[in-house]
């Protein structure tokens, strides 16, 4: 559910005028839904209110500080994967004590910084990255919580590019290492063992994967348990799909249903790490139509967004919904909506249904609130969009449109290539 609503053939977002918005913000233009957000934020909270929880938001899908906070006054974590992340979760005002680091590569430096703002943990996913967290920890004279990364080997039946809890995963420690690993990461003198973490893939649309990770999951810390290993939190990763086009994926609650017993049996901490499920819906991207150009096997509708501002269709094959911003009587044409950049990659819909468009009309491609602004660049020297942050009928730019000088920041013509000089 989301607050992208018509109201007599207008696009509004809570109680804002989409048109309005795009007139004074300029396209292409990511716009939010507070209370999007934070309804999500609170189902999750809601599901699991029967175990102690933390619902660490991972901040990858969507990384705008206005977005953190609007978390962590509800009380919620973020998922860091990164010591950039870790520098937004700080400046957003996150609590450290509520943020976990995971990544299969990250450096000392990255280490060092997130030891010293004091993280809840690190979720370590090599045996390699467990001696180097060590001898960082060490040169602090500090202990560094853990909790290790185990690969279930699951099937989540997702796109490849967003499974990782298979085998041949780059991510975390094979299942049937995971014991061995553990007593390493016991034996090492400045690691302490909190923890235990999985995460098998994005875009989750049925319950059974998670609940067969989570079974072996739950039989892997009795057994470190038995060792005299003390788990005390089992982060249960993040994954739950949400609706792009047809899909049902199951709500936190049918998700808190099927694992509840499985969780409080363990007397754990459980930490959720949610993205995707509590910012896709709540976002939208508008784009103004530019030309539409009819060929003789194919009609295109040129838009201002392209890839750079939203790669999922390029990337991962991703459906979007399109709709026109205002709505109006008028025929069906089957189009391709791409955007200006010089790749044959760059749209955002192929061969899709949709009323036919106007050059100079809105379109709003739906459920763009996660990993879409966040996975936006500069390709093609193009200034990333603003994004707005809609509550009730307010609203606020919780990032700038970049300019064009932000677009040459940091470039420098060396001396040796003044002009006259040879
Ligand atoms: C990407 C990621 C998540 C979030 O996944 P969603 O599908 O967006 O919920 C959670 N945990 C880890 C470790 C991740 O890499």
Redo the contacts with the bound molecule.
């Keep these: 559910m989301h607050d992208f609503r018509f109201k007599k053939g207008k696009l509004y977002c809570e109680d804002v005028s989409i048109e309005a918005l795009a007139e004074k913000v300029g396209t292409p233009l990511y716009v939010y839904s507070h209370n999007t957000l934070r309804r999500h934020f609170l189902a999750y909270q809601k599901a699991f209110a029967k175990v102690p929880h933390l619902i660490a938001f991972?901040m990858?899908?969507n990384a705008n500080l206005a977005i953190l906070r609007l978390f962590a006054k509800e009380g919620g974590g973020i998922?860091i994967?990164s010591e950039g992340e870790l520098h937004r979760a700080l400046a957003a005002g996150v609590d450290p004590k509520k943020m976990v680091f995971?990544g299969v590569g990250k450096t000392r430096k990255e280490m060092q910084a997130a030891l010293r703002a004091g993280i809840l943990m690190f979720?370590v996913e090599s045996a390699q990255e467990l001696t180097a967290l060590d001898e960082v920890a060490k040169s602090l004279g500090t202990k560094a919580p853990v909790a290790l990364r185990v690969n279930p080997d699951i099937n989540p039946k997702t796109h490849p590019y967003i499974s990782?809890g298979l085998k041949k995963s780059k991510f975390g420690i094979e299942i049937t290492r995971a014991v061995e690993q553990y007593q390493l990461a016991s034996r090492l003198s400045n690691i302490e063992v909190v923890g235990i973490h999985s995460?098998i893939g994005?875009?989750l649309t049925q319950i059974k994967p998670f609940v067969d990770a989570l079974k072996r999951i739950g039989k892997l810390i009795e057994e470190l348990r038995g060792r005299g290993m003390e788990i005390k939190y089992w982060d249960i990763?993040?994954?739950?799909g949400i609706t792009y086009d047809a899909e049902k994926p199951p709500l936190p609650k049918e998700l808190a249903a099927a694992i509840l017993p499985l969780l409080k049996e363990s007397g754990c901490t459980i930490i959720l790490?949610?993205?995707?499920?509590l910012v896709g819906n709540a976002g939208a991207l508008i784009t103004r139509v530019i030309y539409t150009k009819e060929g003789e096997t194919k009609n295109f509708v040129i838009v201002d967004a392209g890839m750079n501002d939203l790669i999922r269709p390029s990337l991962y094959e991703a459906y979007h919904e399109i709709v026109p911003v205002v709505k109006k009587k008028r025929r069906n044409a089957t189009v391709d909506v791409v955007g200006p950049i010089c790749e044959s990659g760059d749209f955002l819909a192929q061969e899709r249904t949709l009323p036919q468009v106007a050059p100079e009309e809105l379109l709003a491609v739906l459920s763009a609130g996660?990993y879409s602004f966040s996975m936006a660049s500069n390709y093609n020297a193009r200034p990333r969009s603003a994004e707005v942050l809609v509550h009730g009928d307010k609203y606020a730019t919780i990032r700038e449109r970049e300019s064009m000088d932000d677009l040459i920041r940091g470039e420098r013509i060396p001396e040796f290539l003044d002009f006259g000089q040879s």
């Excluded at 990763?237 to 739950?240: A, R």
């Excluded at 790490?273 to 499920?277: K, L």
């Design positions: 991972a990858k899908a998922d994967v995971a979720n990782t995460h994005s875009q990763g993040g994954g739950l790490e949610p993205g995707r499920s996660a």
